[in-house]
């Protein structure tokens, strides 16, 4: 495991881009799931300001999104399709991009067809991460079956009290579809995304934590190949720590 400790969100961005375009450059890559959230903002931001000057290219990469809630509409603002889509998907030249669709009623089906799709094209390359402040990776909540599938998930409230902030439009929906952790823990490689105080317990339990159903990125810690881009906000737990074994 890589742990890259940024100064800042800003810096945590930027970090995060210039790893991801070494990658990409690597032409190693050609499935990678793209995650939802504030997190990830500055991050999409910057490579389409870099995608615009001609510096970074997609054309051989396929784009899945990892979630969306359920039910919801493809073009609602409050979905995760609209996020993706205006955020990167849309504003870059991704070769393919793919999602799940809240608004198909036999989400059995949805699920299959997606979990099918990600199979047929060979599994996930790279899967780029935020963490819930319950430790979710995705939608996957706590409880979540390590070997879960593409499925139907109920929200914790926690997260639904979390997410009403970011949510617009009526009463968020209290399901959502999800790419499982099988699917995200079988990507060729890893990284995650931290900023802020908030995270910093779930960094925490993260790394030093007992690995287990109750959190859920603490699975991650088991991957071969996954690396860490937080900032000092998120690192504030780990940085005490570290600093009580040397002292
Ligand atoms: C959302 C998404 C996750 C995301 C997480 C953190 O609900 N389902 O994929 O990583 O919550 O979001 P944020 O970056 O806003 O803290």
Not at 36 to 45: E, H
Not at 135 to 142: A, D, L, M, S, V
């Amino acid at each position: 495991m890589k742990i890259f400790i940024e100064k800042n969100y800003e810096l945590l961005s930027s970090k995060a881009v210039l790893r991801f375009k070494k990658i990409l450059e690597s032409k190693k890559v050609k499935n990678i799931a793209f995650p939802t959230g504030n997190t990830p903002k500055l991050f999409y931001r910057k490579l389409v300001e870099l995608y615009k000057k001609g510096k970074i290219d997609f054309s051989k990469i396929s784009g899945f999104l990892i979630d969306e809630y359920y039910p919801m509409k493809k073009d609602s603002k409050d979905s995760f399709n609209y996020y993706i889509s205006n955020n990167f998907f849309a504003l870059v030249n991704l070769k393919e991009k793919y999602s799940l669709n809240g608004s198909n009623l036999d989400f059995i089906s949805e699920c299959r067809s997606y979990k099918e799709l990600i199979e047929k094209k060979g599994g996930l390359d790279m899967a780029i991460l935020g963490i819930g402040e319950n430790g979710h990776i995705g939608f996957n909540e706590p409880g979540s079956e390590l070997n879960s599938r593409v499925r139907l998930v109920e929200l914790k409230n926690t997260t639904l009290d979390l997410n009403r902030a970011k949510y617009e439009a009526g009463p968020i929906p209290r399901y959502a579809l999800t790419m499982g952790i099988y699917e995200i823990f079988r990507a060729k490689r890893i990284m995650l995304l931290a900023s802020g105080k908030s995270k910093s317990e779930r960094v925490w339990d993260f790394l030093n934590g007992p690995i287990s159903r109750d959190l859920p990125v603490s699975v991650l810690r088991l991957h071969p190949d996954i690396e860490v881009i937080i900032d000092k906000e998120a690192a504030v737990l780990i940085e005490d720590k570290i600093m009580n074994l040397i002292n």
